[in-house]
């Protein structure tokens, strides 16, 4: 499948068999994308010598890659819902402001420790395993997260074996001792912040109903200071109340933060939903901020935004790509009285519930389902130029808004396509500067 895109003056050609991409002049881009345009015999010569170069060199038309997904029956991850209960009443959370559509609670120590023991015991020959403490708000439940992190990490060293911990805050309480735990423990800590004071306290607040951007930029800023080169990213979510997002991630950056992600959000909420009509405008500002994250990365200023980052040369291998996220099959979620959901996204969906960390066993017909979904199940990405790169989308939200894990939200899709457009300019703008 051959997918051709202008951005601005600029004329590109992706080959998804081949996962190429070329930067071509116009006419050739009529060529390849307008049948109905007529040529002269001189232009049409000219035309066919590069598209011909390009066939013979495997790099267009090229057939597409079928490779078998890369799925085991053994366990990875798991995200510990360490608490179900948040200082935050975010208006967009999908939680239900933490609760999860349920009583609020944390997760004791025996739980977390019993969620270590079932992800060691299914873990097969892996070596490196994941655990991401999430919430709600797990600052509100650090002690079980340090003594799960010591507890996890004295077991895997008896197997042979090692964790990679991730925490997701709010950054409320994110005072001089949680900072110097996650430096010393965390692989990975994702900080939610939403952009412009104006932007975040709209819809992050407290529980007295203020404002919750005040009294969190000051620590996170300390903590990303702190950090040195270990991984972190603020992550931020948009709303049809802030569809100039571009403004945010530039705010964002400005204010020192490097790795950034800003999602639209996904929620029903008639005010904050992002609709169809909103697309040409969330269009328009992916394109205003890929023009300027291509004039500061060569200015020497650049930052990472995640959805700005594609390899089309290396990244994961093929079967890879096409097997989804492995949420239901290789990944977990578990929740305070340690029953166990897809993933954070399922959590408290009795419908998804695939049993209890101290069963130590899970719902085997739901877990088949998960392991048969790939990307060659979700019939709709057959036609897809982003189907090898965004792998059929996320099977929550496909399913709370299709009914079917296999039936992508097209809100998404429309979405990813842009945002992967963007990303193959960056890239080949990239590439240019380094000819």
């Given amino acids: 499948m051959v997918h051709v895109f202008t951005y601005h003056d600029k004329h590109y050609i992706y080959d998804t068999g081949s996962a190429s991409l070329h930067e071509c002049d116009e006419k050739t881009a009529k060529y390849l994308s307008d049948a109905s345009v007529a040529f002269t015999d001189e232009e049409l010569k000219e035309i066919l010598a590069d598209v011909n170069g390009l ?51 944390t997760m004791s120590f025996e739980t977390a420790k019993a969620a270590i023991d079932f992800l060691l015991k299914e873990s097969g020959k892996r070596k490196v395993l994941e655990v991401d403490f999430f919430g709600g708000e797990p600052l509100m439940n650090l002690d079980v997260v340090k003594r799960t992190v010591y507890y996890a ?34 692989e990975n800590v994702v900080l939610s912040l939403d952009g412009r004071k104006e932007i975040h306290d709209e819809v992050r607040k407290t529980v007295n109903g203020k404002g919750s951007f005040d009294a969190v930029i000051g620590q996170i800023k300390k ?19 802030n569809l100039d997002f571009s403004k945010d991630v530039l705010f964002l950056a400005d204010e020192g933060f490097d790795s950034l992600s800003v999602e639209p959000v996904v929620t029903d909420i008639p005010e904050l939903q992002i609709k169809e009509e909103h697309l040409p405008q969330i269009e328009k500002e992916y394109e205003i901020l890929c023009d300027e994250y291509v004039k500061r990365e060569e200015e020497g200023k650049g930052f990472n ?74 019939r709709k990405c057959d036609g897809c130029f982003a189907k090898f790169i965004c792998s059929g989308g996320c099977s929550a939200n496909n399913y709370h808004y299709n009914g079917d894990i ?13 945002r992967i457009e963007c990303a193959m300019h960056v890239l080949a703008e990239r590439k240019s500067r380094e000819k």
Avoid at 71 to 96: Q, T
Avoid at 158 to 174: D, H, I, P, S
Avoid at 223 to 241: E, I, L, P
Avoid at 347 to 353: L, N, Q, S
């Fill in 406 to 418: 296999d039936i992508p939200y097209e809100m998404t899709c429309a979405m990813m396509k842009k």
């Fill in 55 to 105: 066939k013979e060199a495997g790099l267009l038309y090229a057939d597409e890659p079928k490779a078998y997904p890369m799925k085991s029956g053994e366990v990875k991850a798991l995200c510990l819902h360490v608490s179900h209960d948040c200082n935050l009443r975010c208006k967009y959370c999908f939680a239900d402001e933490g609760a999860y559509h349920s009583v609020r609670e």
């Fill in 305 to 378: 935004f995640f959805h700005f980052n594609v390899d089309l040369e290396g990244g994961p291998c093929l079967s890879k790509r096409v097997s989804a996220c492995g949420a239901g099959n290789e990944y977990f979620s578990v929740v305070p009285n340690g029953d166990i959901y897809p993933c954070h996204q399922f959590a408290g969906d009795k419908k998804w519930r695939m049993g209890n960390v101290f069963e130590g066993k899970l719902d085997k017909d739901l877990r088949e389902k998960f392991a048969a979904s790939c990307l060659f199940t979700r």
């Fill in 153 to 186: 990490k004295e077991e895997a060293a008896k197997l042979g074996k090692r964790f990679l911990f991730t925490t997701t805050t709010n950054g409320l309480l994110l005072d001089d001792g949680a900072i110097e735990f996650f430096n010393a423990e965390m």
């Fill in 223 to 241: 903590f990303v200071k702190s950090r040195g080169d270990k991984h972190y990213y603020v992550r931020g979510t948009f709303t049809a109340k």
